[in-house]
Each structure stands twice: as structure tokens, then as C-alpha cells.
């Protein structure tokens, strides 16, 4: 009975300090293959959790295990923290890795500053000059380079406009955090003056913002448009709820969101970037030099629409919506 006391005490040590250590929100690491001897380290950083950078970064892990079967892979998150990036930076130093993957703008900013000898590929990064990682894409000065997830505005207001030919007024929310997003919000604005439209635009701090923002909005547009923007994906399932609710339409430029009930999107594929940025990582870890590795931009886009959010907005019925479209419950 004793023995059995004290094991029983043990377990529940061990779960309370499990507890601990998820409720204060400490980058999670994962290491998904056991390193060989002379193998490869390669740290990920993924600055939040959304769907686009969790397919960003399965889509790497999976196809670099193909091409390097033998690679050590240690997986860090900032759940959405940029504080703790220099830290998770400076354990991938300790740890001697090879390799750095960054994903999305702050995470590869973050990587950029910390180190500057380990080669470091970004992705899910819109415009990489602005962002201050590189100045030449065709031959990177530095350590870094990658994939950017960039698609072009106009393309994807010719399509908003195709479906919605009535829209005068596009609503937009941005991170007042991300260079990414202040890029996009003025490449849309000179993109929409071109079309006849306005654009309302509301900035947020963080999450906890968002419900606020989008009210805020909603009396003065016609449609949404979710940029590719960490905190509008990870908050994608509060705004399609608020817009579904007021009888508004929404665009995003991945498909993330429109699992998460956006109305629309027309744009990248994050699972594809992630390969994309294994293949550059393969080169890398076999020999070649950064320089010798340009960014690469996707040029791979497909549509796709939430069924349900069509239904509640008297969509599903419409052609130029429903043509072509990959349809998501």
C-alpha cells in the first residue's frame, strides 16, 4: 500500500508539472527523428499556430525526411510571443544545428537577428526586402533566404470583383506588428484605387482585438478581404462568424481561413511552400551556398469556398462563385 502511495504521488507530480509547463505557454519542442551519428540538425520556428503555418511547416518536414532520411528535426512554436524568439534562436545555437526554418515574418526577423552564420530559410514571409532579411532575391547577400508567399493583390481583386460585381467599399484588418502586413494593406489600397475602390482599413494589437475591430467595420463595407496576416488567420473563425452574422461576404488569400469559415479564397498553397523550402533546405545541407539559392514565389494558386457560409449567405447557388471552386464543409 505504501509503494503504491508513493507511486501514485509520483504521477501526479509529474502531470502537475506537465500543467505547468503547457499553461505558461513555453514553445513546445519536438524532435520527430532520433539523429544519427553525422547527421543534419535542422530548428524550426514557427511563430504561431494557424493553419497555414502548420501546413507550412508539415509540408517541410515531411518532404526534407524524404530527401534526407537520417535529418534531426527539433520544432519550436512562440505561440505567438515574440519575446521568447531570441531564446528559441539561441537553444538552436546550443544545440549546434545546421539549418534554421522560419516561419512567417517575425519568426525569420527574429532568426535574421539572432544568428548570422547558420543558414536561415523563411517562408510564409510576403515581401522579404521590406521585411529588411535580404536585399537580393536572385543571389542573398547573407544567410538568408526562402520562399515568399506573395500573390498579387490585383490578381486577386479581378477575382473578388468577377463574383462581386457590385462592391464599392473592401474591408481590411492588419497587425500593427507585421511588416508583412503593413506591405500588403498599401499594395491593396493602390491595387483597389485602380479598380473604382475603397478600402476600410482596421488595425489590431493582438487577438483580444479582434471582436472589437470587426464590429467596428462591418456598417461601412461591402466585403472582407483576409490578407496574410498571423493574427487575422488566427483569429479567421471570430471574423467569419461576426461577417456571416451582418450578411458580409469575405475573401482571403489562402485557404486556412476558409476552413475556419471565410466565405472565399484565391491564393497559395502553404503545404506546397513548405516543400518548396525543404528542396532549397536539401541544396543547402548538401553543399550549397546561400547565395547560390534564390528566394523562390509561388506561382501555384487554387480556389476554394466554405459551403457553409455560402449556404448562410444565399451564395451556394451561384456560379461564378461555386465554378472551379474546391468546396470545404
Known amino acids: 500500500m505504501k509503494f503504491r502511495r508513493v507511486f501514485v504521488l509520483v504521477l501526479l507530480s509529474l502531470f502537475l508539472v506537465s500543467c505547468s509547463g503547457a499553461k505558461n505557454g513555453k514553445p513546445a519542442e519536438e524532435t520527430t527523428t532520433e539523429s544519427a551519428e553525422g547527421a543534419k540538425k535542422v530548428g524550426i520556428i514557427q511563430i504561431a499556430d494557424h493553419i497555414a503555418l502548420e501546413r507550412a511547416r508539415e509540408g517541410f518536414v515531411d518532404e526534407l525526411e524524404k530527401t534526407n532520411p537520417d ?38 526577423q527574429g532568426a535574421k537577428n539572432g544568428e ?49 460585381p457590385d462592391i464599392k467599399n473592401i474591408g481590411v484588418m492588419f497587425s ?59 483569429a479567421s473563425t471570430i471574423i467569419a462568424e461576426s461577417l456571416r452574422e451582418a450578411k458580409i461576404p469575405s475573401f482571403a488569400s489562402e485557404e486556412g481561413p476558409v476552413e475556419n469559415g471565410i466565405l472565399i479564397s484565391s491564393g497559395v498553397d502553404y503545404a506546397d511552400l513548405g516543400k518548396k523550402a525543404a528542396g532549397m533546405a536539401s541544396e543547402i545541407l548538401g553543399g550549397k551556398k546561400v547565395s547560390e539559392v534564390p528566394v523562390l514565389f509561388s506561382t501555384d494558386t487554387r480556389k476554394v469556398v466554405n459551403k457553409k457560409t455560402a449556404e448562410d449567405l444565399g451564395l451556394s447557388k451561384d456560379e461564378k462563385l461555386m465554378k472551379d471552386a474546391k468546396v470545404v464543409e
Open 176 to 234: 500593427t506588428n507585421e511588416a508583412n502586413s503593413k506591405f500588403q494593406i498599401e499594395e491593396l489600397k493602390k491595387s483597389a484605387e485602380g479598380f473604382g475602390l475603397n478600402v476600410v482599413e482596421v488595425g489590431v494589437n493582438n487577438i483580444n482585438d479582434v471582436s472589437t475591430a470587426i464590429k467596428t467595420i462591418e456598417p461601412k463595407i461591402d466585403i472582407f478581404m483576409a490578407i496574410t496576416d498571423n493574427t487575422v488567420s488566427s
Open 116 to 164: 548570422k552564420e547558420i543558414p536561415i530559410i523563411f517562408n510564409a514571409v510576403t515581401d522579404p526586402e521590406s521585411a529588411d532579411l535580404l536585399k537580393n532575391l536572385e543571389t542573398p547577400e547573407g544567410n538568408v533566404t526562402g520562399v515568399s508567399d506573395y500573390f498579387s493583390i490585383s490578381a486577386q481583386l479581378e477575382e473578388m470583383i468577377s463574383i462581386f
Open 71 to 108: 535529418v534531426e528535426i527539433i520544432s519550436k512554436n512562440a505561440n505567438g510571443d515574440l519575446t521568447v524568439v531570441p531564446s528559441i534562436i539561441k537553444s538552436f545555437q546550443d544545440k549546434k544545428v545546421d539549418l534554421i526554418y522560419a516561419i512567417a515574418t517575425p519568426a525569420a
